[in-house]
């Protein structure tokens, strides 16, 4: 199985997709223009946005110091509590897991609340192979999954759609959707919702993931806006949660914190209409049975990275891709991640190796928008260039920045080379622009002009005049 | 404190490409009374290379800069993505470096490094710079001043108090040019998706002059402006703030 996190092209050539289709780029910059200003405005509303987003990006620097302890913590307080706590060290292991429990009880097929983490894992997909079919049940995910497509936002995985290509795809996949179904949003909710009570009913297994776990009280929250991700963490009688060691935080109180920072950021809501939490078994109500796995899947490989291990702290909000104007441009596909945006163009490469998506920390102009935003403080910008830097350079690019910053390191040569370039440029220059660059600068020109090296330099002008 | 003498780190780029920036920012300087010296050891503060991923290549850089201005006591340049360069950055680089006394030379001059703006509107409290410039203007905040920096709207302040001038509000004007130094060739055809939704809201304004605090960000805009011909020039604050009436 071939691993979703890591891109099959170079983001330059993936963007390109994107980039020429003028349909996508109408939806997303739609979008993204309108949560952008209103999670500006529901921000503005707090006077103290910066401590929260401070205390945010403390409480899980300190949460990952100790990683190791309040995960043990956890596991005490699950188990506890009733529940089941199981450890996968990757993607294989996590879905043997899950796929085992399942199995167990006979079950071919679970609904699910929409889960960044399993999709990192290619679980329905590891699942579908042993024949138990997962049915994915956020509504944006469902569009996703009957499409037979990769999501293209982590909160609004279908943000690239608009409602007529979704009325058409609900009318060929759904038995629910009347021939003459319009694309009025209301009705096609409609539609959904029946399909998917059906389908609550008569699950017996469901899958979730975890926004936050708690290590002193062993409680998980799943935060969310359609209640169908509570429909699967209550109403069947098995209920497995996959969760990042990462999502650990140590008290109850830190909770509060991030359900201030996340609804805000990510719908631009005060609150989130549903926050379900629950602490192994009940006795009475909800599932009979609990399982928590808790990934791995390269983490501790991030961990183990002292600047990127700010990665981590990531609580899936979403708002830098949001704001992100390359993401705005380019869409999610072309990181060819789960994870895309700014998070993702750091995530992937360090969960997987830089190898493995060298193109990914240079899809950004490092213009700080992912930060300025960010609930818990991830410098972006400073971790994307911290992975530059790892990134295997290659000629011709590695030669002639060799041979810049010789020239840079000596005002002789410095000088020699401001001479050499208004002597070079004669033939490229026309009427005072450069229209056209040979090689790889080929892509500057292909819309832009190069303003031409003057004729007198500013330091010559300073030594004839005050020299 | 108010600075009575500044040295001028003028950029590479400036130096080689827009040397009127550095003419300007010298008459503006004189003008308001501050003394400019122009230490010429200076060359480049090696933000391509750091940004691209050669750190080892920019350590001699940042130590060649650190020297050549370490007798100013204040360092101030027209450009805001050089200065957080050396605000952001090259702590970083002298660590990286394993360099304790690099580290604290740094230290030393780092917040001595000011912006244009943040050199006239905190430091010499002055938003009138006795400016006369009879166009219509629009301006981009650049991204290294406003989120590096955070400069806020003091460019905006020098603008606004600039006679006989018609500044004309850019929409979405926070919004990266695309530029992003070697972004822009990397990733070309993204870089080029961005310029032109900024060269179009540029358009929108009706100015005829298209102002911002770094000449990187301008040659960007600049070079898409006039491959469409549009007529609109670009032009270093600077080079507004040292306009004259004569
Ligand atoms: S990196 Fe920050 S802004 Fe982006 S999704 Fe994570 S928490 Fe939200």
């Not at chain 1, 330059?12 to 405005?41: C, E, F």
């Not at chain 1, 089941?84 to 399942?102: L, S, T």
């Not at chain 2, 990286?96 to 010499?124: M, Y």
């Amino acid at each position: 199985m071939s691993d979703p996190t890591v891109p099959d092209a170079p983001f330059p050539q993936a963007a390109r997709v994107a980039l020429a289709d003028s349909q996508l780029r109408r939806n997303l910059g739609h979008a993204t223009r309108a949560i952008r200003a209103k999670r500006a405005d529901a921000v503005a509303e707090l006077p103290d946005w910066e401590q929260l987003r401070e205390a945010g990006r403390a409480i899980k620097e300190r949460a990952m110091r100790h990683l190791d302890t309040h995960l043990l913590e956890l596991e005490a307080a699950v188990t506890a509590a009733g529940g089941v706590v199981h450890w996968a060290r990757d993607a294989q292991e996590a879905n043997r897991i899950v796929g085992d429990v399942i199995a167990a009880h006979g079950a071919d097929q679970v609904v699910k609340a929409k889960s960044l983490t399993t999709e990192e894992l290619g679980l329905n997909e590891a699942l579908a192979a042993r024949g138990i079919h997962a049915w994915e049940t956020d509504l944006a995910q469902l569009i996703i999954q009957l499409s037979d497509d990769m999501p293209s936002h982590i909160l609004v995985p279908a943000i690239h759609l608009n409602r007529a290509q979704i009325r058409e795809l609900f009318r060929r996949r759904l038995d629910e959707a009347a021939p003459d179904l319009s694309d009025d949003p209301g009705e096609l909710a409609e539609v959904a919702r029946r399909h998917l009570r059906r389908l609550f009913l008569e699950t017996r297994v469901g899958i979730s993931g975890a926004n936050f776990a708690v290590a002193e009280t062993g409680s998980v929250a799943v935060v969310e806006s359609e209640g169908n991700g509570r429909m699967c963490t209550t109403l069947p009688e098995v209920l497995i949660t996959v969760m990042g060691i990462e999502k650990v935080i140590p008290t109850w109180q830190d909770l509060e914190v991030y359900l201030q920072l996340l609804p805000r950021s990510s719908t631009a809501e005060r609150m989130n209409p549903y926050t379900s939490l629950w602490t192994g078994v009940g006795e009475h109500d909800g599932p009979g049975e609990f399982h928590l796995v808790l990934v791995d899947n390269g983490r501790t490989n991030v961990l183990a990275d002292e600047l990127g291990r700010q990665a981590l702290h990531c609580i899936r909000c979403s708002a830098c891709l949001n704001a992100c104007p390359v993401y705005e441009r380019t869409g999610g596909h072309a990181y060819g991640s789960t994870y895309p945006g700014p998070i993702g163009a750091i995530l992937t490469p360090l969960l997987r190796g830089v190898d493995e998506a060298a193109s990914l920390p240079y899809a950004s102009s490092l213009c700080g928008a992912c930060y300025e935003v960010c609930p818990v403080k991830i410098n972006i910008p400073e971790v994307l260039v911290h992975l530059r830097r790892r990134v295997d350079k290659h000629d011709p690019e590695r030669a002639a920045m060799r041979a810049l910053a010789r020239v840079f390191a000596s005002r002789r040569l410095y000088e020699a080379a401001q001479r050499s370039g208004r002597l070079g440029q004669r033939p490229l220059a026309r009427s005072g622009r450069i229209t056209r660059l040979p090689g790889p600068l080929s892509g500057w020109t292909a819309a832009r002009d190069l303003r031409p090296v003057a004729p007198e330099s500013f330091r010559e002008w300073w030594l004839r005049e005050r020299g | 404190m108010r600075p009575r003498r500044a040295a001028l780190f003028i950029t590479c780029l400036s130096d080689t490409m827009y040397p009127a920036t550095g003419r300007a920012v010298v008459t503006l300087l004189e003008r308001l009374g501050v003394a400019v010296d122009f230490p010429l050891q200076q060359t480049c503060c090696g933000q391509m290379h750091f940004n691209t991923g050669y750190a080892a290549e920019t350590i001699p850089l940042v130590r060649r800069f650190v020297r050549a201005f370490a007798d100013s006591e204040v360092v101030v340049s027209p450009s805001a993505s050089c200065v957080g360069m050396v605000r952001d950055a090259y702590p970083r680089v002298a660590a990286l470096a394993g360099d304790a006394g690099l580290a604290r030379e740094v230290a030393a001059l780092a917040p001595r490094v000011l912006e244009l703006t943040e050199l006239l509107v905190n430091h010499l409290e002055l938003e009138d710079v006795g400016a006369f410039f009879p166009h219509r203007v629009t301006y981009h905040p650049t991204c290294h001043s406003l989120r590096m920096l955070g400069v806020g709207d003091r460019p905006v302040r020098l603008l606004r108090a600039v006679r006989g001038i018609d500044l004309r509000e850019l929409p979405q004007a926070a919004e990266c040019c695309g530029f992003g130094g070697t972004f822009a060739v990397k990733n070309a055809d993204t870089s080029i998706a961005m310029v032109t939704d900024k060269v179009r809201a540029v358009l929108d304004t009706g100015a005829e002059v298209c102002a911002a605090a770094d000449n990187s960000c301008l040659m960007h805009i600049g070079g898409a402006l006039t491959r469409q011909r549009a007529g609109v020039r670009t032009l270093h604050l600077a080079e507004i703030l040292a306009a004259t009436e004569r």
